[in-house]
């Protein structure tokens, strides 16, 4: 990795690691200042991580996750296939139903069991309009720590009519437990198509507001254009997903290429941008709220009329022999569930693969060499939520 | 107690402040006493330290629609030694444990504690975890429990509100 | 952990759902196998998924293989899963391609075993990049050493973690 600051450099004060990142040698370690952000800061959340700081750069960064790791995939093995529902929800709240969407196919395949269509199409509105909620809040969150507090009013206030939508559908307010395996848990109430369709089309007036004063804003594109270069070959090594893999140009979306459920018969884009850098992590998402409001729209048109939505399992179903292996798309990108089954009524193991975790390996690629004032920019960027990461 | 000769020493000028000081407080609790706890109750800062996913609907109690501030609750943006009060915000793991304990000791007396969700209270869904402390009482001392899972904003704000009636009846410190 | 395949085909008949065409998935496999022969053994083939496993002493040059020349360039999950009654830890890393279009459905997993008492296993960190932090993970709650790899220690659990790594079998949790 070639920047500004390696190429000042003396080469007798580099050296290159085994990953490939150019770090700064012992011998000038009198230069360095250590910091440590987090887990008590305004711009990391439930996050630390150390960085040491030559002049204004960066030349290290150590991730040091774990705050919040909370033994779920233990967890999993000592409770049943429906009990472990609602505390595997718990990582990402505010996308509650896309975590537990890849779960309950993945129960599915070793249950086997299919869902009906109806229920099909209820999952995967519930799923668009979660994506909503979270990519609002994370959209929010970003907003405050580049110190425009605009962008923090907005989305948090526009996602409570989609947090309003999921409480008419499913009854709570962030932690749904709706996807179960077998359908989802109800049908969805009177009158929610046309409310549904209203909220969209007041939502999609309110995408263009968010991006002239934010995505236009001259400060903005100055602190995030041309930051954090993630070309297209580290992105495929690193092996990021979500939108940080599609802001360096790779058209790689869940949906698209492995469809679950009735994502094969919508018709939709995978938005992608070629710029790599922060700006382009933090528009994707953007572009993939307005797709999903096309999704949203297609979904409620082809749903059919009535109909089951769930088949009826027995209490304590037992899984058969075997593994499954099922990712669902989420806000922070692919998502996949491994569950190795002992043909009883538990899980034998249960492997939750996140879009944080991976992403977060990003993270001291693009410090590295960057100036300190951009590590907000660069940080929340990658779409990182760190409950999801430590699980 | 120190003679007064002793405390007019220099190198004991913060005893000298801090006597100074206690005397001040038990003149003035009587009569502005009242004063100084309304001033307080209308702008508690809350430090920026989330501990797990209650930090969600945390973020939601500032948003337009709930906007905690217009009831003397600031948003969470300021730095730790100038907050007077800490909602811990879900799940303490043994991780995290230290840290709070850090963060509160390190900030300015008087402070508060909210204890937000299940998992501060007792351990909540994950009481069986290896990595969770059940409850934060062990660590830190808490002055009101919201309890939920996640608590809902109202809810939050109604144990702010709480608080503020906790601190408006006490003496000041 | 055998007989999978037959169990699916099993239950598969009586849900009367068509036979996938599994032409890649056969493809994939006919390709490592004239290349390995017997080294690399078959586990089972289903709709976009692939499981094959290896020893640990040849699992470098499959996984050179097969990021060079079949494109599986990342890895998506690295787990394990402990397996007491037969005194084995099974590591799987699941690989995904991005660069190949046709690839990108498929996920291989490619699983190897290490004895539980004394496990060793050789990293993959020289040929993939991205299994980094998920060995470091493997690594701390399982026990399963990889050598070749910078930083075995510490990523997840607090520091002063005293116990055995929490994912085997014989730890228990509170009440259970
Ligand atoms: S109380 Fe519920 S929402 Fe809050 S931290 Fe615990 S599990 Fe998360």
Known sequence: ??????????????????????????????????????PQHPGSGHFRFTIKVDGDYIVYCDPDPGYVHRGEEKMCEYRNYIQNIPHLERPVIHDSTNITYSYSLAVEELLG???????????????????????????????????????????????????????????????????????VRNDIPEGFKEKCLEYIKYFEKRLKEYEDIFYNNPLFRQRTENVGILP?????????????????????????????DVYNEIDFKVQYMKTCDSFARAYVPFLDMRESCNITRQLLEKMPESGEVRVKLQSNPKGRIGEAYKRVESGRGALSYYIVSDGSSKPYRVKISVGSFRNILALPHLLVGSRLGDMPSIYWALNYWPVEADR | MLMIKDLINPANFNLLVSQVSDVLVGALDQPLGYAINWGRIWSLWPVHLETACCSVEFGA????????????????????????????????????????????????????????????????????????????????PVDVYVPGCPPRPETLIQGCMLLQEKIKRSKIK | MTDINNDINQTTSNLNIVEPDLKIEHSLYSQLSSEFKDKVRLVYTKPNRIKISVEPEHIIEVAFFLKNQLGLDHAE????????????????????????????????????????????????????????????????????????????????????????????????????
């Not at chain 1, 609002?136 to 405050?144: E, F, K, N």
């Not at chain 1, 893999?245 to 698209?256: E, M, N, Q, T, Y």
């Not at chain 3, 490619?110 to 493997?138: A, C, I």
Request: glycine fraction near 8%; charged fraction near 25%; charge should be negative.
């Open chain 1, 232 to 260: 297209k070959q580290d992105a495929i090594d690193l092996g990021v997903t979500g939108s940080v893999l599609r802001a360096s140009g790779i058209p790689h979306d869940v949906r698209k290429v492995e469809p679950y």
């Open chain 1, 1 to 38: 990795m070639t920047n500004k600051y390696s190429e000042s450099l003396d080469s007798k004060f580099k050296e290159t690691t085994n990953l490939g990142l150019e770090v700064v040698k012992e011998a000038s370690e009198d230069r360095l200042m250590k910091l440590s952000v987090g």
């Open chain 3, 77 to 176: 999950s690295v787990g394990g899963t402990d397996y007491p009654d037969e005194n084995v830890i099974e590591v799987i890393y699941h690989l995904n391609s991005y660069s190949r279009e046709e690839l990108a459905p498929i996920i291989l997993a490619l699983s190897t075993k290490t004895d539980r008492n004394s496990s060793y296993l050789p990293s993959l960190l020289p040929v993939f990049k991205s299994v980094e932090y998920h060995e470091r993970e493997t690594y701390e709650m399982l026990g399963v050493y990889f050598q070749g790899h910078p930083r075995n220690e510490r990523f997840l659990l607090p520091e002063d973690w005293a116990d055995i790594p929490p994912l085997k079998k014989e730890f228990r949790i509170k009440g259970r």
């Open chain 2, 61 to 140: 109690t500032s948003s337009p629609r709930y906007d905690c501030e217009r009831f003397g609750i600031i948003e969470a943006f300021g730095s730790l030694r100038q907050c007077d009060l800490i909602v811990v915000q879900g799940t303490v793991t043994r991780k995290m444990a230290p840290r709070l304990r850090m963060v509160y000791d390190q900030m300015a007396d008087p402070k508060y504690v909210i204890a937000m969700g299940a998992c501060s209270i007792t351990g909540g869904l994950y009481i069986d975890s290896y990595n969770v402390l059940p409850g934060i009482d062990g660590i830190i």
């Open chain 1, 113 to 183: 069991i299919e869902v009906p269509r109806r229920g099909q199409f209820i999952r995967a509105i519930a799923s668009e309009l979660n994506r909503q909620v979270y990519t609002l809040y994370w959209l929010a969150i970003y907003g405050i720590f580049l110190g425009h507090s605009t962008m923090f009013m907005w989305p948090t206030g526009d996602r409570e009519l989609f947090i309003d939508l999921l409480a008419a559908l499913t009854g709570a307010r962030v932690t749904h437990a709706f996807n179960i395996p077998g359908g």
